[in-house]
């Protein structure tokens, strides 16, 4: 049974209500989903397609076109005469590339289907943000948990635009809390061990080998998803240690639930384990052939390939801090052309911490789950300062929808116990009110949740409409530019089927907008500066004058080759032009095309 509100009455509960108050609690769900697409779904095509976001569509293209899709250190699953890729990088799988199959046959690839799958899942878990709230906190939580959610820049942005985000990873992290809270209220009762199950069948341990399996595909999403795992555990220790009295009865129900999890879990992550174990089988004593153990454990002790050191903790938990800051308040999109921020975020969080706090005090139930949250919360800013890449705020997408669960709770609690204290000043005063569809007592704590929430609320609507705007006027910056759309249709046009990329951030993106038509090779290297290797590729590809080749201009270039091609084309008697240059509307250039004859 679902909890009632702290402070709600068997009155507020009663039948001629029930039905209006559950229809007026989907209604705010129904505007959070309507609002966060309208947002979402706005000049879809801005800023341009990034690199990050085709990388994992390519795969895809080619089993699309019944190709021999490219496999990560040669390993996949052999299906017939097909092998399928299985793993996109070490740390990340290629279920996201699978799951936008579907959306690139319906709208074709490019970039409309690459970000409206992402969209699709995240209004997914605006709908699995208000079922977990609801079952944790009542109806009217969930309805302020979902409409903050729907309107959040960073949950509408990350969305958009999948960067280092695979969104699809939410769906399964707050699905599998729905199904272990499932579980608990089948079984035991509820958080409070009020009636034990002795008689536990396996049909009823189907929910936690569900929210395993979830979880499975959560990691091999993306390792990262290990974050909600850790997350999870933090909330099971809370449910342990909220009750002394029963820990050892409850420790023995987290072990028999965590074996059901781990049984789903495997399976899940099976495509992960898979790549794991394919070379370590015929080598079973070099851990480096176990590539993503390998890179968990070379990230423990050296230096990540995006400079992290993950033995600095105090300096990378600053970091993961001030990323949950720039979460928090929406002002990570820098590319877009500014970065705009709700700087009543923060400090509508930290207060509602506090407030939360202090009244989950008077509700044992609610407050058991109110320190389960905020251990969850805890834990995962904790453990995002260990990365195997970079530390990024985009990594905390993962904690979706808790922070918004924190604000609507002390949000609802605050208002309810207003309410409260004015019913009981006009019961002393000796004021009726007359009957309506609504309880009083409702409608005034609903006007005072909004109240409230105003200002944060308004600031995020305030920052995407700004972001649209800017979109509207800049067409993104640099690599993040439209200038993509231009570079790509005139290789199209032209039939330049196989330019050079002398640079990161070209060759992903153009081979989805031109649907594997053209194929830029990548030559640059993944080194700070030009190495023996790229001298030698470019001496051997410069035999050809008819070729084209592509770099970025020297302020977007991640890997600026261009001075070292143009002395190897010198050196060989070559001269180099430029052949076309994609602007972004600044009138910057953004993508040069060069040819050396």
């Known amino acids: 049974m679902v909890d009632a509100q702290p402070g ?27 609002v966060f697409l309208a947002i979402s779904l706005h000049q879809l095509t801005l800023p341009g397609l990034y690199y990050d976001e085709a990388l994992d569509l390519v795969p895809m293209l080619q089993v699309m076109h019944g190709e021999q899709a490219d496999l990560l250190r040669g390993i996949g699953l052999t299906i017939g005469h097909t092998t399928l890729p299985i793993m996109l990088m070490d740390y990340m799988g290629s279920l996201n590339g699978y799951l936008s199959l579907p959306f690139m046959a319906l709208l074709g690839p490019g970039v409309v289907a690459a970000r409206v799958e992402p969209i699709f899942f995240s209004a997914l878990t605006v709908i699995l943000a208000y079922a977990l709230a609801r079952a944790w906190f009542g109806r009217g939580v969930a309805a302020v948990t979902a409409l903050l959610l729907g309107i959040n820049p960073s949950f509408i942005w990350f969305s958009r635009q999948g960067i280092s985000v695979t969104s699809v990873m939410t769906v399964f992290s707050l699905g599998s809390a729905l199904l272990i809270d499932r579980w608990l209220r089948l079984t035991v009762g509820d958080w409070r061990l009020r009636a034990v199950s002795h008689s536990q069948s396996p ?9 395993g399996l979830l979880l499975g595909l959560g990691l091999w999403a993306k390792l990262i ?22 820990a050892g009865r409850r420790i023995m129900l987290v072990l028999h639930a965590s074996l059901w999890v781990l049984m789903g879990l495997l399976a899940g992550a099976a495509p992960l384990l898979y790549y794991n174990l394919h070379d370590l089988l015929r080598a079973p004593f070099d851990l480096r052939n176990a ?160 109240g409230l929430l105003a200002l944060p609320a308004w600031r995020d609507v305030w920052v995407s409409v700004q972001q649209h705007a800017t979109l509207a006027r800049t067409g993104g910056s640099g690599r993040f530019s439209d200038a993509i759309y231009r570079l790509a249709a005139h290789l199209d046009a032209q039939h330049i ?7 990161w951030g070209i060759e992903k993106s153009v081979r989805v907008l031109t649907d594997d038509r053209v194929r830029p090779q990548e030559v640059f290297g993944f080194t700070p500066e030009p190495d023996d290797t790229f001298r030698n590729r470019v001496r051997e590809l410069l035999q050809d004058p008819s070729r084209e080749y592509i770099v970025l201009w020297d302020r977007f270039a991640v890997y600026n080759r261009r001075q070292a091609f143009t002395q190897i084309a010198n050196s060989m008697g070559k001269q180099v032009s430029e052949t076309y240059i994609a602007h972004e509307r600044s009138g910057l250039p953004v993508y040069v095309m060069l040819q050396a004859k």
Not at 18 to 28: E, R, T, V
Not at 227 to 242: D, E, K, P, Q, Y
């Open 8 to 34: 709600e009455t068997a009155s507020h509960r009663s039948a001629p209500q029930a039905p209006f108050i559950a229809l007026l609690s989907l209604g705010s769900l129904g505007l959070a989903v309507t």
């Open 225 to 246: 998803f290990l974050w909600w795992i850790v997350a999870l555990g933090a909330m099971a220790l809370v449910w342990i240690a909220s009750a002394p009295r029963n």
């Open 203 to 211: 049909v009823s341990n189907l929910p936690l080998l569900a929210a």
């Open 497 to 503: 089927t196989a330019p050079i990329a002398l640079d």
């Open 291 to 450: 590539y993503t153990l390998d890179l968990l454990i070379h990230s423990a002790n050296q230096t990540t390939n995006y400079g992290v050191n993950n033995l600095d903790l105090w300096a990378n938990l600053k970091k993961a801090l001030a990323d949950f800051k720039v979460f928090l308040d929406g002002s990570y999109f820098w590319y877009n052309g500014v970065p705009y921020s709700n700087v009543y975020a923060v400090p509508a969080f930290l207060i509602s911490l506090a407030v939360g706090s202090a009244l989950a005090l008077g509700y044992r139930r609610q407050g058991r789950r109110w320190l389960a949250l905020l251990a969850a919360i805890a834990a995962t800013v904790f453990v995002s300062a260990f990365t195997v890449s970079g530390l990024w705020a985009t990594h905390l997408f993962i904690m979706v929808p808790l922070p918004q669960m924190v604000v609507a709770c002390a949000a609802v609690w605050l208002a309810g116990a207003l309410v409260r204290g004015l019913g009981r000043v006009g019961d002393h005063l000796h004021i009726s009110a007359p009957p309506l569809p609504l309880p009083p007592a409702r409608l005034l704590t609903g006007l005072l949740v909004v």
